[in-house]
Nanobody
Framework: QVQLVESGGGLVQPGGSLRLSCAAS????????MGWYRQAPGKERESVAS???????DYADSVKGRFTISRDNAKNTVYLQMNSLKPDDTAVYYC???????WGQGTQVTVSS
């Protein structure tokens, strides 16, 4: 069974940083594009960042220059480093394995003073 588990969310002040992790089990993520998405209350889920199986990243305009997506195939894990966080970044963040259309359960990120 393919499973994704996100971790690393929490409460952080504006300007702070968090690093989210997405650990895969049941299958290697080596051959799959991976994505991070977020959903704020009352809003639709939106793409934040993605990384191809070859390691090419792509970002939403709203996070370019602040967020960095990376992958460690040996650890079967994808990361999202989030810097210079803003209150508008508050959302539940989800990881997705594109190849199998599998989602994680989400991790809450709250940016507030």
């Amino acid at each position: 069974q393919v499973q994704l588990v996100e971790s690393g969310g929490g409460l952080v002040q504006p300007g702070g940083s968090l690093r989210l992790s997405c650990a895969a089990s049941g299958v290697t993520l080596r051959f799959s594009d991976m994505g991070w998405y977020r959903q704020a209350p009352g809003k639709e889920r939106e793409s934040v960042a993605s990384i191809s199986s070859s390691g090419s990243p792509d970002y939403a305009d709203s996070v370019k220059g602040r967020f960095t997506i990376s992958r460690d195939n040996a650890k079967n894990t994808v990361y999202l480093q989030m810097n210079s966080l803003k209150p508008d970044d508050t959302a539940v963040y989800y990881c997705k394995m594109v190849r199998y259309n599998v989602w994680g359960q989400g991790t809450q990120v709250t940016v507030s003073s």
